[in-house]
């Protein structure tokens, strides 16, 4: 069986990311990989729109790159 990978680019040059998400974690990390997918951990609620915030600020810093992109 082929193996999946979390992440891959499209054919406009994107990359397209394959993430499981865990909220309300003591901190933000990445925590390995769950069923084909990259699991990340927030230490945000999934209220009011912090999880996401928190997930782009994060993956910015990973992939060095501006948040607003």
């Given at each position: 069986?082929?193996?999946?990978?979390?992440?891959?680019?499209?054919?406009?040059?994107?990359?397209?990311?394959?993430?499981?998400?865990?909220?309300?974690?003591?901190?933000?990390?990445?925590?390995?990989?769950?069923?084909?997918?990259?699991?990340?951990?927030?230490?945000?609620?999934?209220?009011?729109?912090?999880?996401?915030?928190?997930?782009?600020?994060f993956l910015a810093v990973q992939f060095v790159c501006r948040s607003d992109k």
């Amino acid at each position: 069986m082929p193996q999946m990978s979390w992440y891959r680019y499209d054919g406009t040059n994107n990359l397209v990311l394959t993430l499981h998400i865990q909220t309300g974690a003591k901190i933000t990390e990445a925590a390995g990989l769950l069923r084909g997918a990259l699991k990340i951990r927030l230490a945000a609620a999934p209220v009011e729109g912090k999880a996401n915030s928190t997930l782009i600020k994060f993956l910015a810093v990973q992939f060095v790159c501006r948040s607003d992109k």
